[in-house]
């Protein structure tokens, strides 16, 4: 089971294949929405200071065997609420304290992936074509987000192909 915590002590976690809580400082609990219709499992990806809780609901299909995600932020406030993101695997990688959350997308578990920042201020903004880089890189993999909205990510190169590594630091309005 997957069990997230933050810096207050707040934790989230799975509590079986189709539950999964969020447990407050004084031991209040409250159960995440379980899979819609169609869906069939939940996992936890992360929580911040604020009590935000990433997860996703998952399925899968047996010929060929891939899974599938939907992905969500959480908070006792707002409930569960989706990136706004069109693809058949959406999994949120990463959640700030300012309630940004990084996000692979594609096609299911193993395809290629689209990379983006979310926060309910400006809904999903795809990163490929964010970096100095600009149409040289596509990028495949997300890995965290910090407070500063610095992000560790990984992408090929278009050509030559070669695997890179990188902080995206966010763009500053002077």
């Not at 079986?16 to 400082?25: H, K, M, S």
């Not at 169609?38 to 996992?43: A, D, S, V, Y």
């Amino acid at each position: 089971a997957s069990t997230v915590a933050n810096d207050l002590g707040q934790t989230a976690y799975r509590a079986g294949a189709t539950t999964a809580v969020f447990r407050d400082t004084d031991g209040t609990t409250i159960t995440l929405p379980p899979p819609p219709e169609g869906w069939t499992g939940i996992e936890v990806d992360g929580i911040n200071n604020a009590g935000q809780v990433i997860a996703h609901w998952t399925r899968s299909t047996s010929q060929p065997l891939r899974w599938y995600s939907r992905g969500f932020v959480w908070s006792a406030a707002t409930g569960a609420q989706e990136f706004g993101v069109t693809a058949f695997s959406i999994r949120p990688k990463g959640i700030n304290n300012f309630g940004q959350v990084i996000i692979e997308s594609g096609t299911h578990d193993q395809a290629f992936f689209d990379c983006w920042l979310w926060s309910a201020e400006t809904g999903p903004i795809n990163l490929d074509n964010t970096t100095d880089y600009a149409a040289n890189l596509v990028l495949t993999d997300l890995y965290g987000i910090n407070d500063a909205g610095q992000i560790v990510a990984g992408g090929d190169t278009i050509p030559p192909p070669a695997d890179l590594y990188l902080l995206l630091n966010p763009a500053t309005n002077k």
